[in-house]
């Protein structure tokens, strides 16, 4: 089972920024996954916000589009999530998904809290 880790989240205030970022000390070729960033709000479902593949191809959910970058980096096993000019609606846990493109278990990190308030 792939250990992921969340990182970076916090309080900010509305149009302010974080980084967040998921690493993976398992032994791992971080290549052969597409990962993925999640958020839940306490009763909501868990919905994807971006995903990027092992080439770096990128996509967002439209909500977070133009404020929001996902990056990977495949030889430090780490993903990022740039978020720009944040909402109070962006309030969440964030969770970070790791996908195999071949054999093997999806899994998941255990969530970092993203507060947007002021």
């Known amino acids: 089972q792939v250990q992921l880790v969340e990182s970076g989240g916090g309080l900010v205030q509305p149009g302010g920024s974080l980084t967040l970022s998921c690493s993976t000390t398992?032994?791992?070729?971080?290549?052969?996954?597409?990962m993925s960033w999640y958020r839940q709000v306490p009763g909501g479902q868990r919905d994807l916000v971006a995903r990027?593949?092992?080439?770096?191809?990128?996509t967002y959910v439209d909500s977070v589009k133009g404020r929001f970058t996902v990056s990977r980096d495949n030889r430090a096993a780490t993903m990022t999530l740039q978020m720009d000019n944040l909402k109070p609606e962006d309030t969440a846990m964030y969770y970070c998904h790791a996908l195999p493109l071949g054999t093997g278990f999806p899994a998941w990190g255990k969530g970092t809290l993203v507060a947007v308030s002021s």
């Open positions: 990027i593949t092992s080439s770096s191809n990128s």
């Open positions: 398992s032994r791992i070729i971080f290549s052969h996954y597409i």
